[in-house]
């Protein structure tokens, strides 16, 4: 499949050329045709997917006809965050240069009156949050009446965010003869129940990134201690088994754990920032501009933070907690592995955390399977603690390359920036099983009986193979 297939015009084809894209995505093989014959779209996709050129490139098309008039908005974007927004209008920037459109941002958290200006003057494209959007509404700075598509972008986000009411007030202001492009990553029903009031028969499209990431990304769980204290050094470990990690995104659940991980790794010479929903907009933005400058490694982050953040290359996810509702563990390993990348994933487990575990694999549909970050007698506990199937017979792990891998000083991840590396707990000096292990399986774990806390199974006290 080629883009030129695809119906889009031939500016908009030069544009695609011009930003590198060769072969569009799935959801853009599929999306774009109805889109340019003005039908409806319900597109179950995720970020990483090119859903964003997806709406962008037929919306260019489409926006080659007419022109924009004051205070009435041609098309809208709706996004569920200020991050998901501005990148949007950075695909603008890149897929519409040769349009010479007007865009208006319409986000919150910056100042309201150059954008009421913006759309005075006339926008071809509105993209914005819902809540600063019906503020310029209310206000009387905007009209929805011109309105000839709409796209709701990241819907079940919406739906976490509670946005659900008001993109229902927004699509009754809409004309009812408008176009509606709408993508989700997941269905819950309160979704089906909008996309069938708000939708006409619609083009079905499932393109989600499941096949890349079984592909692309390598998931893999890894068995931690429940004591936080333990579970840092555990993440340290971790940390220290990827020699090529390029930038990484650490998630936990809490914004409480995002800052003491950020001050905990910073304090272990990793270069860390953190991304919480506390922080302003400016210093998200800038913390994720260091971020996208790798001049910050790992970016620990919460799910909301995180939400709609745009990182094409993150070579490494690791879920310092296991996300409660398992749509976020597809959301969070969906921003490494993209575009075909390799990618890698590392989600740390405590027997507490079975029951998310299974959701998760429940809803992939595959098992994740285990990774050994060996690390000494922590793990003993850990191990007793780990959810059930983890005492099933370890699989040999692709790509494993212990016998290749580079004592520790080689393979510590680039962020170690100083000397105070050396100063870490006794657990960090211990000898790395692994160094000098047999790439074999490990012989199998007993089921039952003398795998339980205090009581090291045989296995443990073996060399252990590291990926
Ligand atoms: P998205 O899912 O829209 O966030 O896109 C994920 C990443 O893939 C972005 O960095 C896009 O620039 C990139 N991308 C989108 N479409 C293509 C394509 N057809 N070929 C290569 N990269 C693409």
Redesign the pocket.
């Known amino acids: 499949m080629n883009f030129s297939e695809l119906g889009l015009s031939a500016k908009v084809l030069e544009a695609v050329a011009a930003a590198g894209?060769?072969?569009?995505?799935a959801i853009?093989a599929q999306a774009i045709p109805p889109a340019l014959t003005r039908t409806d779209v319900l597109g179950l996709a995720q970020?990483?997917?090119?859903?964003?050129?997806a709406f962008v490139l037929p919306m260019l098309t489409m926006l080659e006809k007419g022109r924009a008039r004051a205070r009435m908005p041609r098309t809208l974007i709706l996004e569920p965050t200020r991050e998901l927004a501005a990148q949007v209008q950075e695909a603008f920037e890149t897929l519409g240069k040769l349009h010479n459109l007007s865009v208006a941002l319409l986000i919150g958290g910056v100042a309201f009156e150059p954008q009421a200006v913006k759309i005075d003057r006339g926008a071809d494209v509105v993209i914005a949050t819902p809540g600063r959007l019906l503020d310029h509404f209310e206000r009387g700075r905007l009209l929805l009446t011109g309105i000839e598509m709409l796209v709701i972008d990241e819907a079940d986000r919406m739906l976490d965010m509670g946005f659900i009411p008001d993109i229902e007030r927004i699509c009754k202001l809409l004309p009812f003869t408008r176009q509606t492009l709408f993508f989700s990553a997941t269905m819950p029903p309160e979704i089906q129940r909008i996309t069938s009031q708000f939708l006409h028969n619609p083009a079905r499209i499932e393109a989600t990134r499941a096949s890349s990431t079984v592909e692309t990304t390598e998931q893999h769980l890894v068995s931690a201690p429940h004591d936080p204290k333990l579970k840092r050094d555990a993440l340290r470990r971790l940390l220290r088994t990827q020699a090529n990690v390029k930038n990484g995104i650490v998630f936990a659940n809490r914004k409480t754990t995002v800052a003491l991980l950020e001050k905990s790794l910073s304090r272990h010479g990793f270069s860390a920032g953190a991304l919480h929903g506390d922080m302003d907009q400016s210093a998200r933005l800038k913390m994720l501009a260091a971020f996208r400058n790798n001049e910050v490694t790992y970016l620990i982050a919460s799910d909301v933070a995180a939400r709609g953040l745009?990182i094409?290359d993150v070579s490494h996810v690791f879920n310092y907690d296991v996300p409660i509702h398992a749509e976020d563990y597809v959301h969070r390993i969906g921003r490494t592995g993209?575009?075909g990348r390799e990618g890698h994933a590392f989600t740390m487990a405590c027997r507490e955390d079975s029951k998310y575990v299974r959701a998760i694999e429940a809803l992939i549909k595959k098992d994740i399977e285990w990774f050994d970050i060996g690390g000494g007698s922590a793990p003993q506990a850990d191990e007793a603690e780990a959810p059930a199937r983890e005492r099933q017979p370890r699989r040999r792990q692709r790509g494993a390359k212990s016998a290749e891998r580079p004592p520790r000083a080689e393979a510590a991840p680039k962020p170690e920036r100083s000397p105070r590396a050396e100063a870490k707990p006794k657990a960090e000096h211990a000898p790395r099983r692994e160094r000098a292990a047999p790439s074999r399986p490990l012989p199998d774990a007993p089921e039952s009986g003398g795998f339980h806390q205090g009581n090291m199974p045989a296995f443990l006290a073996r060399p252990v193979r590291a990926q």
């Not at 894209?21 to 995505?25: L, S, W």
């Open positions: 894209y060769t072969t569009p995505t853009q970020t990483g997917s090119g859903k964003t050129a745009d094409p993209r575009a």
